[in-house]
Structure formats: structure tokens, C-alpha cells
């Protein structure tokens, strides 16, 4: 799924950052329909929004989540809060914070990037998109 479509090096030769890699290859892989106009909003989440903060890889996750289980606003949904939970959560517990800096500086190799980061990002999202 999501996992083996990053790890196979998909992004890299676009240049796609953590949270390009993860909304592009869920709109491929889970065929959300998303158009290029709409996908460039993953764009700014990169690198934490800029700002090594929260990892761009789980907010396009959240970004994925929404368009699985909100209908058209966020009240309205019983499930995407409790999904979003159950991602921060997984990420938290396997890789020990949700920031982007303290990821950096503990995952992020000069050869790799941040791939491992990402792919775990991306195997948790596909436990969650099949439940």
C-alpha cells in the first residue's frame, strides 16, 4: 500500500517533501481523486510547516483522514477525531514525538532524508485507512 509505494522511492525524483510524499501517494494509492490544484496543498506542511513543528508527514495523514471520514465539516464526523488520536498516538509510541525537529535530528540520515520517518507515517495511515 501506502508504505511500499514510498519505499520503492516515490516523491524522490519530484522532489516532494515528507507531506507532498504522503498526500500525493495516498491519493494514488487509495484513489481519493484529489486534482494537482488541490494536492499543492500539502505543499507549506513540509519540514514541520516550515518551522520543524509538527511532522509533515502526519499532518498529511490528517489531511487524508479528513477526506475519508468527514463529509463536510469536522462536527458533523464521529470518527475523525478519534482516527486522528489513533495516528499521533502510533506515531508518538514507534517513533517518540510528533516533531519534526526532534525526528530530524534523531531518524534523518544525509543519504535517506527523512524516508523513515515518512514510510513509518505511512504505515500507520495504512492500518487506519483500512479499518
Known sequence: MLKNLIESGFGKKEDYNCAEKILYGAN????LGLNTE???LSAGF???MGIESVCGALTAGVMVLSYKYVNNVAHESDKI???????FRAFMEEMNSIQCGYLKKIYRK???GCSNIIIKAAEILDRLMIE
Not at 28 to 31: D, S
Not at 81 to 87: R, T, Y
Open 46 to 48: 513540509g519540514g514541520g
Open 38 to 40: 488541490t494536492l499543492k
Open 81 to 87: 477525531k478519534e482516527v486522528n488520536q489513533k495516528l
Open 110 to 112: 544525509e543519504d535517506i
Open 28 to 31: 494514488t494509492i487509495y484513489n
